[in-house]
């Protein structure tokens, strides 16, 4: 079985700070991880994913996320945040047949 | 552009009352998903369908069913509405040969069970 952790509900930023948003798994078998976002009333987004090869996976907007196997884990990071980033990010990863299983998820607010 | 179309953005239904949600896409992907979003619970699967008339049960079936008539459409039914069925679901739809992620979710449908 698979699941999936988000360690942070809500993760408040000033604009132009970095931001990282941490995320566990647990699984017996190699799995896929993903970061999805979801601005407000719209629908699930790929930021990156991790599939094999380079540990580091840089996405959309400027995020990027690293997968550290020893501690199964796969936080995302961004350098420098905008008023834009103001989203729910949501950790996911899959099993050995597709499904999506996904985290609690993060809300980051960024201020000015 | 592709697209995962849901036919309704918003649906207010009464207790006990049969509720069609409806998920239409035109990629022309085989598999398909229901999933409901709560807040601090995430995204939680309810159904899949791997094909055309085929369905699996996800991790919180209970009180749903689905049906998968035509590739393009999955449809979620709720048989008889509860209020804690009151959420936002969710539909996304991929190639089978991407089993690696390559999901398009549509915008959602947030239903209030009344």
């Known amino acids: 079985a698979q699941s999936v952790t988000q360690l942070d509900s809500q993760v408040p930023v000033f604009e132009e700070a970095p931001v990282e948003l941490r995320c566990n798994y647990s699984s017996s078998v190699s799995v896929y991880l993903f970061w999805y976002v979801q601005y407000p009333n719209q629908g699930l987004q790929l930021l990156l994913k991790y599939l094999s090869g380079s540990t580091l996976v840089k996405g959309i907007n400027g995020f990027e996320a690293e997968f550290n196997k020893s501690q199964t884990s796969f936080h995302l990071r961004k350098p420098s945040v905008h008023i834009s980033d103001t989203a729910e990010y949501f950790c996911a990863s899959t099993d050995s047949w597709g499904k999506l299983q996904f985290g609690a998820g993060t809300q980051v607010v960024v201020t000015p | 552009d592709v697209k995962v179309t849901q036919s309704s953005r918003y649906l207010v239904k009464r207790t006990g009352e049969k509720v069609f949600l409806e998920c239409v896409q035109d990629?022309?992907?085989?598999?398909m998903f229901w999933y409901r979003q709560d807040p601090g619970l995430g995204l939680r699967l309810i159904y899949f369908s791997y094909d055309v008339k085929m369905k699996e049960k996800g991790d919180i079936p209970e009180g749903y069913s689905v049906s998968r008539e035509k590739k393009e459409r999955f449809s979620l039914i709720l048989e008889s509405a509860s209020t804690n069925q009151t959420s936002m679901y969710l539909c996304?739809?991929?190639?089978?040969?991407?089993?690696?992620?390559?999901?398009?979710f549509g915008s959602g449908t947030r239903l209030t069970v009344v």
């Open positions: 996304a739809s991929r190639h089978r040969d991407t089993p690696a992620g390559g999901y398009t």
């Open positions: 990629m022309d992907h085989e598999n």
